[in-house]
C-alpha cells in the first residue's frame, strides 16, 4: 500500500494505493476520477518538470534560465540536475533554444525560458 | 512639465497587462515606469513552471509568462523607462521619479495606474529572537540570488514559513545541492499550493512541522550556526519545553507579502487594513480620482492569471476614464462575513454601466462543503457550492450583466459562506 496526496485540487485528498497486482491498481481515498489517474500515474511512471538556470556569456544577464521540454521520469530528476550544471550558455539565447540536447538519453531538451541578448 | 495619459508605475505583470489592455481601449499615450533594468518584475526570478494555465491553457516558467506580455507591450511601441524609481505620486496625478540617465523628473498624467506589487516581511516584521548573524534571508532574496546571480546562500537550511515562495526555494536549493533540514509553519495547514508541498518537499522527503515556530538564532563567527524551534498552542505561543534546536548555516523566511503602498499613502489613497492595498470600486479606481490599482499591490492573488486578468480590467477602465471622465457618484459597498476575511472591489458604482463585475475574495480559515453566497441586502442572488475552500486560494465570483442590474438598486452586497465545517 503507497500513500499520495493528489495535487489536482486543494482539497488534497489521502490516496492509499494497492498496486500488489499491476493489472489491477486500485485506488481510494480519492473523491474524483482525477484522484485515481493521478495516483496511478506515480506509481507506475511519476514525472517532473526540471527548472533551472545556466551561466549565459556576452550578455547583460549572468545567467539564463531553463527548463526540460516535457516532464521527464522522476528518478532522473539529479541526473539531469548535473548535466544542466555543466552546461553554458552564449548570447544571443531566445526562449526555446535547446541548452542540452536529449538530456540524461531521456529523449528530451533541455531548453531556454529567457531571452537573453549579445552585448 | 512632461504631460502624458497614463503613467503606469511598475513594469511586473499587473503593470504590462494593465499597460497593453489601456492601449487596446484607445489610450495610447502611456508610460510605464520600471525600476528594474528589465520589464517582467518579479516573474523573472521565478524560474519553476506552472504559471499561465488560465491565460495561456499551457505552463510555462515566470520568463515565458513575463515575455508574452512584453512581446504586447513591444509590439505597440507602449514607451516604458527602465532604472527609473517612482518616488512620489500626488493627488493631482503628478508623478516623480528619479533615473540614472534622466535624473529628478517629473510628468503630469490624467490617469495613474498603481502596480507596484508586494514586498516581503522580513525578520523584522515578525520578531525574531536571537543573533543578528549572516545567513537569514528571505526566501524572495534568496530566490534571486539563486536564480538570477548564480549564488547559492548556504548550504543547510531551515525555511520558516510555507507558503509557496518558501516550498519552492525548499526544492530549488535542494537541486543545487543543499540540505533542506525541515520547513517549519506556524499555522496547522499551509498557505502553499498542495502542489507544492507535494512536488517541492514530499519528492525530497524535506519534513514540514506544522504548528511550529522558530524561537531563537544562533550563530557562530557573525553566521548562523543553528536555529531552535519549537511547537505552539493553540494561542500560537510556542511551548518552550518542545523546544529543539537544528544545526543549519541558513534560515530562509516565507512569512508573507505585503502590498507595496507607500506612494498610494502619499497621494492620499484610502488603504484596507485587511489587505493592505488601497480600497477600490468596480473600475479599480482608489478613493482618489484617476488614480487606479491592481495586481499584487492591491491584494497578494496566488495566480499570475489572475493579476494579468485584473490588470486588464483596470487598464481598459483607465482608459475609458481619460476618455470620458468621472461617471461614479453613488457607490453599493461590499462586505465579506461569516468567515470571508475581504472582497475586491470593496465597491460598486450604483451608475456603472457594465456588462460583469469579478468580485475577488480570500476566506480565514478552511472550510469543507460550503455555499459560497452572494447576498444583496440580506437576498441571495448568487451561489456556488465548493467542495473546499482555504485562506491560500482566492476565491472569484463573476455576476453577470442582470446581476449587475440588481445590485444598482440595492444598498450593501454581502459575500458570505453559508452550512460550511471549519476542516
Known amino acids: ?119 | 512639465m512632461r504631460k502624458c495619459d497614463i503613467v503606469v508605475v511598475g513594469g511586473g505583470p499587473a503593470g504590462l497587462a494593465a499597460a497593453v489592455s489601456a492601449f487596446e481601449a484607445g489610450t495610447k499615450d502611456i508610460v510605464i515606469l520600471e525600476r528594474e533594468e528589465r520589464l517582467g518584475g518579479i516573474l523573472n526570478q521565478c524560474i519553476h513552471n506552472g504559471f499561465g494555465l488560465h491565460t495561456f491553457k499551457e505552463e510555462l516558467t515566470g520568463p515565458e509568462y513575463a515575455d508574452r506580455f512584453e512581446q504586447l507591450v513591444y509590439q505597440r511601441g507602449i514607451e516604458y523607462k527602465l532604472g527609473s524609481t517612482v518616488i512620489n505620486v500626488t493627488a493631482d496625478k503628478t508623478v516623480t521619479y528619479v533615473s540614472e540617465q534622466e535624473g529628478l523628473q517629473k510628468i503630469s498624467a490624467k490617469a495613474i495606474i498603481l502596480t507596484c506589487g508586494c514586498r516581503e516581511r522580513p525578520r523584522g516584521g515578525i520578531n525574531i529572537a536571537g543573533a543578528r548573524a549572516a545567513g537569514i534571508f528571505s526566501a524572495g532574496t534568496a530566490q534571486k540570488l539563486v536564480n538570477i546571480d548564480g549564488l547559492m546562500p548556504g548550504k543547510e537550511v531551515v525555511i520558516l514559513g510555507s507558503g509557496d515562495i518558501g516550498l519552492i526555494m525548499a526544492r530549488r536549493m535542494t537541486f543545487e545541492g543543499a540540505k533542506v533540514k525541515a520547513v517549519v509553519e506556524l499555522m496547522p495547514y499551509s498557505s502553499g499550493l498542495n502542489r507544492n508541498i507535494v512536488q517541492c518537499l514530499n519528492d525530497f522527503d524535506i519534513p514540514l512541522m506544522f504548528s511550529h515556530t522558530v524561537v531563537d538564532i544562533k550563530a557562530t563567527n557573525g553566521r548562523v550556526s543553528s536555529v531552535v524551534i519549537a511547537q505552539v498552542d493553540d494561542k500560537l505561543q510556542p511551548i518552550m519545553s518542545t523546544a529543539q534546536e537544528i544545526a543549519c548555516d541558513t534560515l530562509l523566511l516565507s512569512v508573507g507579502l505585503l502590498p507595496e503602498n507607500e506612494l498610494a499613502g502619499y497621494a492620499g489613497v484610502e488603504l484596507s487594513p485587511v489587505t493592505n492595498g488601497a480600497v477600490v470600486d468596480d473600475q479599480m479606481m482608489t478613493s482618489v480620482e484617476g488614480i487606479f490599482e491592481c495586481g499584487n499591490v492591491l491584494h497578494v492573488h496566488d495566480l499570475v492569471d489572475y493579476v494579468s486578468e485584473e490588470s486588464s480590467h483596470a487598464g481598459k477602465c483607465a482608459a475609458n476614464y481619460v476618455q470620458n471622465g468621472m461617471s461614479a457618484t453613488q457607490y453599493v459597498p461590499t462586505c465579506g462575513t461569516n468567515g470571508v476575511r475581504y472582497v475586491v472591489p470593496q465597491k460598486i458604482r450604483k451608475d456603472a454601466n457594465v456588462e460583469k463585475i469579478s468580485l475577488r475574495m480570500r476566506v480565514a480559515n478552511a472550510f469543507k462543503n460550503v455555499e459560497l453566497a452572494v447576498l444583496l441586502d440580506g437576498e441571495k442572488i448568487f451561489s456556488r457550492k465548493r467542495p473546499i475552500v482555504t485562506p491560500g486560494e482566492m476565491e472569484t465570483v463573476v455576476l453577470g450583466s442582470e446581476l449587475v442590474a440588481r445590485i444598482k438598486q440595492g444598498s450593501k452586497l454581502e459575500v458570505t459562506l453559508l452550512k460550511g465545517e471549519e476542516k
Not at chain 1, 61 to 83: A, G, H, M, Y
Open chain 1, 1 to 119: 500500500m503507497k500513500k499520495f496526496i493528489c495535487i489536482n485540487c486543494p482539497l488534497g485528498c489521502h490516496l492509499e494505493v494497492d498496486d500488489s497486482d499491476p493489472n489491477d491498481i486500485k485506488v481510494s481515498g480519492n473523491t474524483c476520477p482525477r484522484g485515481k489517474i493521478y495516483a496511478i500515474n506515480e506509481i507506475t511512471a511519476p514525472k517532473r518538470m526540471v527548472t533551472s538556470s545556466v551561466p549565459v556569456s556576452r550578455s547583460d544577464l549572468l545567467r539564463v534560465s531553463v527548463k526540460t521540454s516535457q516532464p521527464i521520469p522522476k528518478d532522473k530528476i539529479f541526473d539531469c540536475l548535473n548535466e544542466i550544471k555543466k552546461a553554458h550558455a552564449e548570447a544571443p539565447v531566445a526562449i526555446g533554444d535547446v541548452i542540452v540536447s536529449n538530456v540524461c538519453g531521456t529523449g528530451i531538451d533541455v531548453v531556454a525560458t529567457r531571452n537573453a541578448h549579445k552585448i
